[in-house]
């Protein structure tokens, strides 16, 4: 398999995805009472339009990168297997990140999630870069999200949110 041809796989279940995804959101999310254009469907939709319209730019790209370099270009496959590995970590992260949110809240599975996630998946070795990402991003969203757009965040069974 050709880097040209891999491009044009990805980009094609790219432009799939968003059309699924926009077709879906415009038939099964009601639409608005007010009579207003912005309605409750409106950014799903926008969603799957934008990843359509870059996909198919993904797909002209490759297009143009086979028409000046040629189709002759292999993919080099020894990085792979850590590809693999941050593919996999990442989901299984995500995974154990939305079920830790039931019982510990949010900004505390944020916190201990994120110094995982450089521990373990970055491989970051310096506690204090390590601190200070989890704590930052942590506080941060927590601040944004709850204080400044009054968004409820889960605190969790446990009851450790603020």
Do not use: H
């Amino acid at each position: 398999m050709t880097i040209i041809w891999r491009d044009r796989v990805l980009f094609g279940i790219l432009l799939l995805i968003g059309a699924v995804w926009t077709w879906l959101s415009s038939t099964t999310i009601p639409a608005g009472y007010s009579g207003s254009f912005v309605a409750p469907g409106s950014f799903p939709t926008t969603l799957g339009v934008l990843l359509m319209v870059l996909s198919a730019i993904g797909l002209a790209g490759s297009e143009l990168k086979r028409v000046r370099n040629g189709d002759a270009e292999a993919i080099n496959m020894s990085g792979l297997s850590q590809e693999i590995w941050g593919i996999a970590a990442t989901f299984g992260f995500l995974i154990v990140y939305a079920v830790g949110m039931q019982y510990l809240g949010f900004l505390l599975v944020t916190v201990i999630g994120v110094a995982a996630f450089c521990l373990i998946v970055l491989r970051l070795r310096s506690w204090i870069l390590i601190a200070a990402l989890s704590l930052t991003l942590g506080l941060g969203l927590y601040l944004l999200m709850n204080k400044l757009l009054g968004v409820y965040l889960p605190a969790g069974v446990l009851g450790l949110g603020f």
